[in-house]
């Protein structure tokens, strides 16, 4: 499966949003996700994909699309 | 037994405060992992009662100053027990002397594990907790001196302090994911740490304390189980346990 599409079911679970309203430029803030709750979606991606993603990384992620390609450069 | 299943690590648990602390949440159930420095002996005694009484325990060793090893810690306990969910920072020293005379050594080190030990702890059992999705309660002891100072403490004042002002943040962080976190302010609780003072600042204090006497660790234990097993709509709160020290 394709790295955004995982993202998305993961987002859409956690969060409890209709997978229709994710795209790769959606923010975190258009779906009204706090920083607490990316750092949720993040610990599940990390089990996910088997990676570990710094703090330091997570403060940058915006967008959906920011943690696809991130993801997508560290699974390369 | 309210706090059956449930997981509890007890910072600074072999001696004093700490040691009462884990006693009592063993007694209403929990598994509770004693945390020690140095003394392993003592930590072990902890651990033997628990289980004497038919309750479980493990001793883990870890410097809290350092992050690493509280990491370390918190992986032992998840591994032992398999979750974890109530977290008791106690663990703290003291070097008194007037600011005057106060060496960097005395502040760094009372800072680092007063205040410092406690995000270590903190930070090391956020993501386990988070990813359990059941809640959790973090306890934070504080102390009087933190509330109102006191004359010798600025070190330990300053970071019971700052365990208050991080008490109330990190309250407000968690609050929808159903983690409590509260402060417990003692007053002048009669431990091998007091024992110390010299008789007279002991002699000097007892007359305003309103109920006459000084506290027994128990008495802060009771406060501890007390936000543990329940108190599910307190947070972010200090409760002082002080026989009316502070009024």
Known sequence: ?76 | MTLQGKVALVTGGSRGIGREIALTLARAGAAVAVNYHNNKAAAGEVLGKIENAGGKGLVVQADITVFGECEKMVKAILDHFGRIDILVNNAGIRRDTILALMQEKDWDIVIDTNLKGMFNCCKAILRPLLKQKSGGRIINISSIAGLMGNSGQTNYAAAKGGVIAFTKSLAKELGKRAITVNAIAPGFIETEMTESLPETVKNDLLPHISLGRYGKPQEVAEAVLFLAQGAGYITGSVLSIDGGLSL
């Open chain 1, 1 to 76: 499966m394709e790295v955004l599409e995982i993202v998305k079911g993961l987002i859409s679970e956690q969060l409890d949003i209709d997978e229709e309203q994710l795209e790769m430029k959606t923010t975190f803030e258009d779906i009204d996700a706090d920083s607490l709750d990316v750092v949720e979606l993040v610990m599940a991606l990390e089990e996910e994909f088997n990676l570990e993603i710094a703090d330091e990384e997570v403060e940058k992620i915006k967008t959906i699309g920011d943690i696809v390609s991130y993801i997508e450069k560290q699974i390369a």
